[in-house]
Nanobody, 129 residues
Framework: QVQLVESGGGLAQAGGSLRLSCTGS????????VGWFRQGPGKERELVAA????????YYGSSVKGRFTISRDNGQNTVYLQMNNLEPEDTAVYSC??????????????????????WGPGTQVTVSS
């Protein structure tokens, strides 16, 4: 099983950028699709972006499409989330998780947190206006 740890969170101003990293350990990382989720104050957990195990297929939530980019470097066992043009509404705890099914490459609007496990502890992102 893969273990994941997030880093790169912090404070940013509206319109600014941050890059989050999700580093995995365990030999199954390179065969695991990875998703980035976030949960803001008083909000439900939301799938922000996901990437297939080889990095060919990606998925973005409607609220971040065009602003966030997910990528991965399996040689470094890391998945990145580049967040540009940040908005105060992006304030949340961001967590990464591995898809339960090995070699997963397909994501839809029906993809949810229940499809993932091996959750990292999360990293706080705060965007000021």
């Amino acid at each position: 099983q893969v273990q994941l740890v997030e880093s790169g969170g912090g404070l940013a101003q509206a319109g600014g950028s941050l890059r989050l990293s999700c580093t995995g350990s365990g030999r199954t990382f390179s065969t695991s699709a990875v998703g980035w989720f976030r949960q803001g104050p008083g909000k439900e957990r939301e799938l922000v972006a996901a990437i297939s195990w080889r990095g060919i297929n990606t998925y973005y939530g409607s609220s971040v499409k065009g602003r966030f980019t997910i990528s991965r470097d399996n040689g470094q066992n890391t998945v990145y989330l580049q967040m540009n043009n940040l908005e105060p509404e992006d304030t949340a705890v961001y967590s990464c998780a591995a898809h339960k099914i090995p070699h997963m490459a397909l994501f839809t609007t029906q993809t949810t947190a229940a499809d993932f496990d091996s959750w990292g502890p999360g990293t706080q992102v705060t965007v000021s206006s």
